[in-house]
């Protein structure tokens, strides 16, 4: 076990971990030309935040967290998703109190105790944007967009599909969890044992059960979208229209309940067949209550949830060709003791210069030195030997052409500049 990553976790090596660098890159990018600001948050918070932010009717607090008792005996917890420490770093710097509305994103890596499979891990990574104090329905189509014009810029926008749903407001799901608790009421000993519990305390969670048997019981049950109220009906429309006019593509899927207790309103997935039955690459929706149930003032807020290990399988498998590093641009070869030393003085001034050079010791012989370059995908390989430093001209060979040519030592650099 000690050569071993825990269950649930990968490292990512150097020859794939350039495309992580690649999408993140992209992320941020993205993110600062729509204002949003980086925000980073630490990779544990006490218990309490995500068992009353997150629900305690959710199978993440249920069954998935990772906490553990500190020396002093106060419970902490692996952070699970994003919003809510966000949310909580919203109250205690009091950022509320500056003018709103703000906006917020993030990359983070997140801990679930969940059964390993493809596109789920224990240990997995996530984009995140977070939009406080709006309660227009122009925020949560600009989180919308966002992901979407993110995944247009990485070329799989016509892999993914939108979706989108109302799971209405306190005022209007009342009555919606008591049309759904009549109608799951005769099939109670079918459900799941999870699900059995919830039927009492929050059946709207039956509806985001992993379990093929609950799945199939939930066929057929009434819809949030039909138990609106008036203010949350018009706001879904209002969303629809926004979209449209951003250019945003959609579909209503009445089935999506997000699996959050702090969801309120809108709640959208985009997803992808091309990952198998993990299809939701990117999720979330509105949580106007999220502020003031953590202890904060009434403040709006939206954002969303992007799997980064899901992102990248979607593009892997729709051929998205994402560009791996430059090689080196040169390397030196050396043969001898004085050879080295005045290797090591190039080394630093191409180095100085911003050049990728690169330069290996104990001494190889000439062509294990060159083999070394190719490896390195070194542009250019420069040579010195015992004659070099006699002649005070240094050799500077094409790796790629095979061309040599003799180069003065102290115009190295003039000549890889011009090259």
């Known amino acids: 076990m000690l050569t071993q990553a825990p269950k649930g976790t990968k490292d990512r090596l150097p020859d794939e971990i350039y495309k992580w660098s690649f999408v993140e890159s992209a992320f941020r990018a993205l993110c600062a030309r729509r204002g949003f600001s980086e925000i980073r948050t630490p990779v544990f918070e006490y218990t309490e935040l995500f068992s009353r932010g997150v629900g305690t009717s ?74 406080f104090g709006s309660a227009d329905m122009l925020a949560d189509a600009e989180v919308i967009a966002l992901a979407a014009d993110f995944f247009t810029e990485l070329g799989v926008v016509a892999e993914i599909d939108l979706r989108i749903n109302s799971i209405g407001c306190p005022a209007c ?22 699900c059995k519990n919830r039927l009492d305390r929050n059946p709207m969670r039956i509806l985001d059960c992993k379990s093929p048997v609950c799945g199939e019981l939930v066929k057929g049950a009434p819809r949030m979208l039909d138990y609106l109220c008036d203010a949350c009906g018009e706001d879904f429309e209002a969303l ?38 993990q299809g939701t690459v990117c999720g979330g929706g509105r949580y106007d209550h999220l502020i003031e149930e953590l202890g904060g003032p009434p403040m709006p807020g939206v954002g969303f949830g992007l799997g980064i290990e899901r992102l990248l399988s979607v593009m892997e498998t729709a051929g998205v060709a994402i560009p791996p590093p430059a090689g080196a641009d040169a390397y030196i070869a050396f043969l001898g003791d004085a050879a080295k030393v005045a290797g090591l003085g190039l080394l630093r001034r191409l180095r100085a210069a911003d050049l990728r050079v690169e330069m290996d010791g104990p001494a190889q012989s000439l062509k294990g030195q060159l083999k070394r370059a190719d490896r390195l995908g070194a542009r250019y390989t420069i040579v010195i030997g015992e004659e070099e430093l006699r002649e005070g001209a240094f050799l500077i060979k094409d790796m790629i052409s095979g061309e040599q040519r003799r180069v003065d030592a102290d115009c190295v650099l003039d000549a890889l500049a011009a090259r």
């Not at 799901?173 to 999870?194: H, N, T």
């Open 58 to 131: 959710t199978d993440i607090v249920e069954k998935q967290m990772y906490s553990f008792d500190d020396y002093d005996g106060r419970s902490l917890t692996l952070r699970p998703e994003g919003t809510a420490s966000v949310a909580r770093a919203f109250l205690e710097h009091k950022l509320y109190a500056q003018p709103q509305p703000s906006k917020y994103a993030y990359e983070i890596a997140c801990y679930r105790h969940e059964r390993p499979q493809k596109g789920r891990l224990r240990e997995f990574h996530q984009f995140g944007a977070e939009y």
């Open 173 to 194: 799901r009342g009555g919606y969890r008591e049309a759904l608790r009549a109608f799951l009421a005769p099939k109670r000993e079918a459900l799941c044992d999870s």
């Open 240 to 277: 629809g229209r926004n979209l449209n006019a951003l250019g945003v593509a959609f579909a209503v899927d009445a089935g999506i309940v997000r699996g959050l207790d702090y969801y309120t309103k809108t709640a959208f997935e985009f997803v992808s067949s091309r990952i198998g039955a």
